[in-house]
Every structure is written in structure tokens, then in C-alpha cells.
């Protein structure tokens, strides 16, 4: 079974399109929504974790979304952790919800699994000193 974790972002002229479901339908694709927003100009943000039979077919629904006008990227350049500062405090794998953020045993170190990340941001937002950030910018490519 083949799973990533993609990040669509799509203008306000699709939000309204049911885009997501179609990936079941015609690349049989299994989906699980991580994340999801829409912002107050209509235009949607979402985290998909998908998964199929092989990487050809979640190629082929990747396709699909990005001629529709979705921007698909990969999370993985988004939350960033900076080693220099964490204190390994554990704060943030209280609230990680795809278990990123683990500690690992017996050396008791918080350890960040990019490929687990939603971008769900509740890191951020927890971390006391700021080891966890959002990068601006997407560079990673998808399909
Ligand atoms: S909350 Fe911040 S300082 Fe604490 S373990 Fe997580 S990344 Fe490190
Ligand atoms: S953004 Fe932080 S809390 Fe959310 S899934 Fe990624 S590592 Fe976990």
C-alpha cells in the first residue's frame, strides 16, 4: 500500500467542487482529511492523507486535482524543528495528533517524523520555546 501525506490548497473557484471524492471514484484512492480550512476569500486549504494500490495511481489522482487548478504539495517542508533550541520537554506530542512528535525511549529524546506531519500547526502553537515553526514556502514536489 502506497500513503502520503499532500497538502491541497484550492482557489475559491473549486472550493465548491466535491474534488476530493472523485479521487475514490475514478483512481480508487482512500483518503483521510487531516486538516481543513477555509480562508474568508473562499479559498481552501486541506491535508489529505492518501493511499492506494500503487504510486502510479495516486500519480493519476494527483493529476486530476492539480488540472482542476488544485495546488498539490508535500507537508513535508512545512513544520520545521529546530534541534538548537528544543528542550525535549515533550509538550508537543501531547497534542500531535498523527504521533510526528514522539518520545523516544530510553533516551527520552522528542523526536519529529516529517512524513507523519499534518501541518496541523498545534505544535507550533504549543512549543514554549518556539523549536517548531511553519516554513513560508512549499519546495517540495508531488508526482
Ligand atoms: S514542545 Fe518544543 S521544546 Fe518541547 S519537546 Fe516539543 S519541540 Fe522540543
Ligand atoms: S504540525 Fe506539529 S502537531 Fe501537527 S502533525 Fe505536524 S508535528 Fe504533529
Redesign the pocket.
Known amino acids: 500500500m502506497y500513503s502520503k501525506i499532500v497538502i491541497l490548497n484550492f482557489p475559491a473557484k473549486v472550493t465548491q467542487k466535491a474534488l476530493v471524492c472523485q479521487l475514490t471514484k475514478k483512481f480508487d484512492l482512500l483518503f483521510n482529511i487531516l486538516n481543513a480550512r477555509i480562508s474568508n476569500k473562499k479559498e481552501g486549504y486541506m491535508v489529505l492523507e492518501i493511499s492506494s494500490g500503487s504510486k502510479t495511481a495516486f500519480n493519476k489522482g494527483v493529476k486530476f486535482l492539480k488540472d482542476q487548478g488544485v495546488s498539490v504539495s508535500s507537508p513535508e517542508h512545512q513544520i520545521y ?1 529546530d534541534e538548537e533550541i ?7 506530542t501531547a497534542v500531535c495528533p498523527t504521533d510526528a ?1 514522539y518520545i523516544k525511549r530510553p533516551e527520552m529524546e ?1 523526536i519529529f517524523d516529517k512524513q507523519k506531519c499534518s501541518v496541523c500547526e498545534l ?1 507550533v502553537v ?4 518556539r ?2 515553526g511553519l516554513f513560508s514556502e512549499v519546495s517540495q514536489k508531488v508526482a
Open positions: 524543528k528544543c528542550t525535549h520537554c515533550g509538550a508537543c512528535l522528542v505544535c504549543t512549543c514554549p520555546t523549536a517548531m
